[in-house]
Structure formats: structure tokens, C-alpha cells
């Protein structure tokens, strides 16, 4: 909080104190934590775990709120609290209209919001969440505990590695805006959020704003980059193994990639809506934008008709891998899900037919398909839940469900004229902002997460 505080300092923004104010209140509560709990640590266990995960989210989301709230913005609590929860789980839906006019420090405040939620989530994915044996690190070493499977001997070895990455390629997706021409305000912002696939901008138009070719598949390489699995990336960068970039939801993920830009791409060509380099340039900005769950628009894809509209929407369920900072199902996942579908038929035709799911060299348990199947289940019936509770609000049938799965997958913009890539949040009542800030935690909380606090069975001894 000091950080844009001392922004809006240096360009006399009276919001300083709103900042220097909020980081005390934090800076005095964490203090008193503090004190209230020396002695003996609890003993380690798996519901502390998720405990603290959701104790933590939701607690840095009413602290990313405060400066918002108590600032010269003229926005009420839930929305305040919408767009941090936005932020910290890296969704990029913004209830802030005149963004170029906006003072630095909330500008800069959104972003690094977005790079620590961004930074929280592979942690979660990777070091929390394999407990529920349905998702971060355990599909990379699926059940196994031997030293070898693991990327590095040591945690702290682990740990600092995948930070030194994250920050690493920020620093180099800023550089490489700044070359492309963006101002150095504006390259820190964008490199902030492009890294934790946030989609945050410092301007109503979004990335729609910078219209040079460089800047925006400079944007599209490190959204790329940004759903990859860091832990492929640290390995890659700290120990050279080279032959771990073969993992298959990698390829998984970016022969998806390819596969919608070029359908999208044609269309737009025989549509003769842009000339082939245009219709490619702003086709691979989209769905790499979508399918990573940044958030940022070049174009408000909402006008190039139904087909285009179609391949969006599909594309926002999907997310990057797991272990990056993209939301959505994730590409292991959908990779599980299909060799489970094959292997059913197969089984029809032949009853005896014993044919295991791999992933990779590596064979997946029964216990970890019947979590992934669990998973989207979940995941399907919750956007149902959330989509009916949107539409009991008075909005469209459109809005509703797009809104409810731009939420759960941490997208960003949804379809339609409210809340597409050319619409805002903003118009939207108190109550389906709430019921949006449940589908942001849950979705980025991996459902299970929260919905385990739900059962009584957890507070049991």
C-alpha cells in the first residue's frame, strides 16, 4: 500500500493518505495477530491448510478494498470489495469507468493487487491443492513421493525459483513494452498484469488503446508464457532439462491455441471483416486473452458474429495448465477427461478391455479420475446455480450466464453489451455483484477448497 501511496504523493494526489492510512490499519491488525498467537504453532494438518488458503483470500480481499472504499472514487463498499476480489483472483472484471483519468497510485494499486493474486495462485496450485488429489502439483508427479519425481530436492529451493521466474518475466514483459513504446507507468501496469493473466489496464479502452503490432503480440507471447506451468518454466530456466517442456498438457494447450486461432482467423478472412495479418494479430490476441483468462481486448469481439462468438465462449471454460496463474478448468483436466471418455467406449464394446488412463509415461489413479469428473461436474452445476441467481436479478439470459462463467473462470469480460469487452460491471445491481464475488472465490479457490468448509464433517475432531 506504501508503494501507491508514495505514487500518488510524488504527483500530489491527496489519496496518499488513504494509502499511508490503510497500510497502518493492516500493518496494526497483523501486528495484533501477532501477539495473540505466540507460543506454540498449531500442529500442521490438511483442513489448516485450506483453512488458512480461505482465511487468506478473503481477508486480502477486504484489505485490497480499503483503499478503493476510503478513496475519492465514487464507488460504495460491494463494489469496492468486487473490484478487489477481481483483482486478487486475477478475474480482471472492473467496476471503474474513466480509468485515463484515474489517479496513479489506484491504477498501480489494481495492478499489483493482480501480481500478488497472480503469485498466490500457482503457490496454491502447486503446494495446497494436491491434497485434494484433484488438481496443482499432483499432476505432475501423480502420487508419487519419491525424491526423483520431485522438480527440486528442496522447498526453499522450489520456492525461489518459481518467484525469481515470476519476477523475472515481468521484468522482461515490461522491457519489451517499453520498447514497443508504451510510457514506463503504462509498462509496469500491463507487465504486472499480463504475468498474473489479470487483464487489469490503465485505460477504459483496455489494450485496445495501444493499436502498434509490436505491443500486442508482445502481449500475447508473455500471456502465453503466463499459462504455462512454472514449474516446467523453473526447471527449464534453473536446471536446464529441457525435455520437461514435452509435458502433455503443454502441448494440450497450445495445440488448442492454435487450433481456435486459426478458425477464428479464417472467419474473419471470408467474412472480409480484416485484411489475413490483422484478422491473425487480433484472433491470437483474443484467444490466447481467453483461453489464459487475462481479460484484455484489442476489439470488441462481440461484432464478429455468431461462429466467432461461439469459439469464445467455448474457449472460457478451458484455462491454461495447472501451476500458472490462468484460471478456467484447466488443461490436464481436459486431458484426463477425454481419455476417460475413450476408455468408457472402449469398455462398452469390449467388457474386459483393461486400459488404464496416462498422463504421459505415467498412470493416472482411479482416485484422481473420479476427482477430475468430480470436479467439472461441480464446476457445471455451480455456473448453472450462479447463472439462475443472476438471472433472478433481473439480468438477461446472456449476461447471466456468460457473467456467471467469466466469474467461476476468472476471465474477465463476458458477452453482450453490459458486460462484454466493450461494456463495465458498473451498472450492475449490489446483489449480482455479490453473487459474482462468490463465483470469483470459488473459482479461483478451486471449488473444493471452499466448498470443504461447507461440510460439518470439517469441523469435526
Not at 23 to 32: D, W
Amino acid at each position: 500500500m506504501l508503494l501507491p501511496g508514495a505514487v500518488d504523493l510524488y504527483v500530489g494526489n491527496p489519496d496518499w493518505r488513504v494509502f499511508a492510512m490503510t497500510s497502518f490499519i493492516v500493518a496494526g491488525l497483523a501486528l495484533a495477530l501477532i501477539l495473540a498467537t505466540r507460543g506454540p504453532a498449531p500442529r500442521p494438518s490438511i483442513r489448516l491448510a485450506f483453512l488458512v488458503v480461505n482465511i487468506l483470500w478473503v481477508t486480502l480481499s477486504f484489505a485490497g478494498a480499503m483503499p478503493l472504499y476510503f478513496s475519492s472514487l465514487p464507488i460504495d463498499f460491494v463494489h469496492a470489495l468486487f473490484e478487489s476480489v477481481s483483482a486478487v483472483t486475477t478475474t480482471g472484471s472492473t467496476v471503474i469507468t474513466g480509468l485515463d483519468e484515474l489517479p496513479p497510485g489506484l491504477l498501480l494499486w489494481r495492478s499489483l493487487l493482480q501480481w500478488i493474486g497472480g503469485i498466490g495462485v500457482i503457490a496454491l496450485g502447486l503446494f495446497v491443492l494436491p491434497y485434494l488429489r484433484v488438481g496443482g502439483f499432483s499432476y505432475f508427479r501423480i502420487e508419487s513421493s519419491d525424491i526423483e519425481d520431485r522438480p527440486f530436492a528442496r522447498f526453499s529451493t522450489f520456492s525461489v525459483a518459481l518467484v525469481t521466474v515470476y519476477i523475472g518475466l515481468t521484468f522482461l514483459c515490461a522491457f519489451f513494452y517499453l520498447v514497443g513504446g508504451m510510457t514506463f507507468f503504462d509498462a509496469v501496469n500491463h507487465a504486472l498484469t499480463t504475468l498474473a493473466t489479470g487483464g487489469f489496464s490503465t485505460h477504459d479502452a483496455s489494450f485496445g488503446y495501444f493499436q502498434d503490432p509490436w505491443l500486442i503480440w508482445t502481449c500475447t507471447v508473455f500471456m502465453t508464457l503466463a499459462g504455462l506451468p512454472f514449474t516446467i518454466l523453473a526447471i527449464v530456466a534453473f536446471r536446464r532439462q529441457t525435455d520437461a517442456a514435452h509435458d502433455p498438457q503443454i502441448e494440450t494447450y497450445l495445440a488448442i491455441l492454435v487450433g481456435l486461432i486459426a478458425l477464428c482467423s479464417i472467419w474473419l478472412i471470408l467474412t472480409e471483416q480484416y485484411e489475413p495479418f490483422d484478422a491473425l494479430t487480433h484472433s491470437a490476441f483474443t484467444f490466447v486473452s481467453v483461453v489464459t483468462t487475462t481479460g484484455y481486448a484489442t476489439e470488441d469481439y462481440g461484432n464478429w458474429g455468431p461462429f466467432a462468438l461461439l469459439l469464445v465462449f467455448g474457449a472460457m471454460w478451458l484455462g491454461g495448465c495447472s501451476g500458472s496463474t490462468a484460471g478456467g478448468i484447466k488443461t490436464y483436466r481436459l486431458i484426463i477427461l477425454w481419455q476417460s471418455f475413450v476408455n468408457n467406449l472402449k469398455q462398452l464394446l469390449f467388457q474386459r478391455i483393461v486400459a488404464p488412463i496416462r498422463y504421459g509415461d505415467r498412470v493416472v489413479t482411479s482416485q484422481m479420475e473420479k476427482g477430475v469428473i468430480l470436479f467439472i461436474a461441480s464446476y457445471v452445476c455451480i455456473w448453472l446455480i450462479l447463472s439462475i441467481a443472476l438471472a433472478a436479478t433481473g439480468l438477461d439470459i446472456l449476461t447471466s450466464l456468460t457473467g456467471a462463467l467469466t466469474a467461476i473462470s476468472n476471465v474477465g469480460p463476458g458477452l453482450g453489451t453490459l458486460i462484454g469487452p466493450s461494456g463495465n460491471f458498473h451498472t450492475l445491481s449490489d446483489t449480482s455483484l455479490s453473487i459474482l464475488i462468490v463465483g470469483m472465490i470459488l473459482g479461483r479457490l478451486e471449488i473444493a477448497t471452499v466448498l470443504m468448509l461447507l461440510m460439518p464433517l470439517f469441523w469435526r475432531r
